[in-house]
Each structure stands twice: as C-alpha cells, then as structure tokens.
C-alpha cells in the first residue's frame, strides 16, 4: 500500500513543483511539507493529527487530488502504526532477577522508615509544622457543567471590569483635557461611543488556557496557526468568514460587537473547520 506521503510526493514531483513553491502556496513551512512527505507524523505538544489533517487536505487540494480519500488513507495509516508500536519486555535475567530482589529489600526499607516517620509526624508529635488543608472529594460528573459555567461567567465578570476600567480611565482624560481648555463642553459620553463603533461587525476569540488554533479564508488559505496563551486574543471581522479548527472548544470564548456569546464547544471538543455567525450560539 502506498503511504500517503509517498503519493504527494510522487504527484508533486511528476507537476515538477519545488517544496519550496508548495510551503509559499500553502503558508505551512517546509519542515512540514518535508514531515508529511516522509510520513513523520510524530505527534508531540506541538502539532496534532488535526492539524496533520488540515495541511493534509490543503496539500491535496493544491495538487487537485481526491481530498477524502487521502484523509481516510491518513486515518488508517495512523491507527495501524498506533496498533503495531509494541514493545515486548524483556524477559528477567539471573542478575535483573537477583538486582530487583535487592531492589525490593531497598525499597521496603524505604517504605518503612516513611510510615514510620509519618506516624511519628501524625501522633506524636503534636506541632504544627505546616497549614492545614482540608480533604476534597473528586467533583461528580453532574457537577462539572456547573463548574463550568461558573469559570465562564467569572471571566466574564472580570472581562467586563476590565472594559469599564478603560472606559473611565478614558472618560477621566477626556473630562482633564476638558478643564484645561475651559472652552469646550464636557461629554463624557464620546468615548464610549467611540469604543463601541471599534467592536462593530468584529468577533473577538480569548483564550482561557493554552490552546491550538488555526484559522482560513474562503480561500482555504491560513490565516493563523498558532498556540495561543492564557488571555491571548484575536479578533477579524464578521464578513470574513473564517474557518476555526481547534483542539479544546471550551478554552476559547467568542464575543461578537463587544458582547460575550460564550464558549466555542466544551472542554477538550475537538472542533474542524467552523464559521462563526451571530445566530451560532
């Protein structure tokens, strides 16, 4: 069976196109296109097989190739490597055997001297080295939807504190200049009109966690690819139209003219080529 790679490189090089002209058409760097070609999808804190998907099919949308099935060809060639990357233990030899008996002896004697130390700490000795915490259960799963949403309005909460801050910081330097002059009117109202005229037909995407997002045009070309860090922000405007794949929904919060219409998905949803709408949520 021919790998997936080995085919894109085949095509590439029978329309006698440089990997260099692919990563410049593409916007993906050559070390991916070299990755892709050589079937290197090592999977690592970086890229996932989301994204391998994506550039996969844009690869094969450029050679004008059968998209779907180079993607299902992917997703089989994954799951078997995945199924065939065993490693077998190594049977225990006379020394391994005789090194894990002392081993053993060494770590019961560890254990021991710990138990008996804590006991120690715990019954004996009666002073408070340290504070006292108290003894959490796990969070039952009809919870976390409630915890959940009580994460999504503190941020809001927060966002919206931040925003009024601006306002009168704004308004305060407004109403200063005003004085000065002693010739002009107040209107403390200018900037707020102003700031909200800035967040007209725009959607604006924050990041609660470090998550990986990628967007594209109508083009199918990408926009942005990048992880995103804690309270890191991107915002395009409505007509755009952009496509957002991402790894974990429920890190990303969507505001569309200034007003917070929530989160893209849940926590840890993996979300492939969305366009956001106002009547999406």
Same mark, same amino acid.
């Given at each position: 069976?021919?790998?997936?790679?080995?085919?894109?490189?085949?095509?590439?090089?029978?329309?006698?196109?440089?990997?260099?002209?692919?990563?410049?058409?593409?916007?993906?760097?050559?070390?991916?296109?070299?990755?892709?070609?050589?079937?290197?999808?090592?999977?690592?804190?970086?890229?996932?097989?989301?994204?391998?998907?994506?550039?996969?099919?844009?690869?094969?949308?450029?050679?004008?190739?059968?998209?779907?099935?180079?993607?299902?060809?992917?997703?089989?060639?994954?799951?078997?490597?995945?199924?065939?990357? /065993? &490693? #077998?233990? =190594?049977?225990?030899? %006379?020394?391994?055997?005789?090194?894990? !008996? +002392? *081993?053993?002896?060494?770590?019961?004697?560890?254990?021991?001297?710990?138990?008996?130390?804590?006991?120690?700490?715990?019954?004996?000795?009666?002073?408070?080295?340290?504070?006292?915490?108290?003894?959490?259960?796990?969070?039952?799963?009809?919870?976390?939807?409630?915890?959940?949403?009580?994460?999504?309005?503190?941020?809001?909460?927060?966002?919206?504190?931040?925003?009024?801050?601006?306002?009168?910081?704004?308004?305060?330097?407004?109403?200063?200049?005003?004085?000065?002059?002693?010739?002009?009117?107040?209107?403390?109202?200018?900037?707020?009109?102003?700031?909200?005229?800035?967040?007209?037909?725009?959607?604006?995407?924050?990041?609660?966690?470090?998550?990986?997002?990628?967007?594209?045009?109508?083009?199918?070309? /990408? &926009? #942005?690819? =990048?992880?995103?860090? %804690?309270?890191?922000?991107?915002?395009? !405007? +409505? *007509?755009?139209?952009?496509?957002?794949?991402?790894?974990?929904?429920?890190?990303?919060?969507?505001?569309?003219?200034?007003?917070?219409?929530?989160?893209?998905?849940?926590?840890?949803?993996?979300?492939?080529?969305?366009?956001?709408?106002?009547?999406?949520?």
């Amino acid at each position: 069976m021919e790998l997936v790679g080995q085919y894109l490189k085949k095509n590439r090089q029978s329309k006698k196109l440089g990997i260099k002209k692919i990563s410049k058409e593409l916007n993906i760097s050559e070390q991916i296109i070299e990755s892709i070609e050589n079937n290197d999808f090592t999977e690592d804190t970086r890229i996932g097989n989301v994204y391998w998907i994506g550039y996969i099919r844009s690869y094969a949308k450029l050679l004008k190739l059968n998209e779907k099935e180079l993607i299902d060809q992917f997703k089989v060639q994954i799951s078997f490597k995945e199924k065939t990357n /065993i &490693v #077998i233990p =190594k049977p225990i030899g %006379k020394f391994e055997f005789l090194n894990f !008996f +002392l *081993n053993y002896r060494l770590i019961s004697a560890i254990s021991i001297i710990t138990l008996s130390t804590a006991f120690y700490m715990m019954f004996i000795d009666n002073k408070d080295y340290s504070l006292n915490y108290a003894i959490i259960s796990d969070v039952p799963e009809n919870l976390q939807s409630e915890i959940e949403e009580f994460e999504f309005e503190t941020v809001l909460l927060e966002m919206k504190e931040e925003r009024n801050a601006k306002y009168l910081d704004e308004s305060t330097n407004i109403l200063l200049k005003t004085i000065n002059k002693s010739s002009v009117s107040l209107n403390a109202s200018v900037p707020l009109e102003n700031e909200e005229e800035n967040f007209k037909n725009k959607v604006l995407i924050k990041s609660l966690d470090p998550t990986w997002i990628q967007l594209r045009n109508n083009e199918d070309e /990408i &926009v #942005i690819n =990048k992880l995103m860090k %804690k309270n890191d922000e991107y915002s395009y !405007f +409505l *007509n755009d139209q952009y496509s957002i794949t991402t790894g974990n929904a429920g890190n990303l919060i969507i505001i569309i003219d200034g007003e917070v219409q929530g989160k893209l998905g849940k926590k840890g949803e993996v979300i492939e080529s969305i366009i956001i709408t106002p009547d999406l949520f």
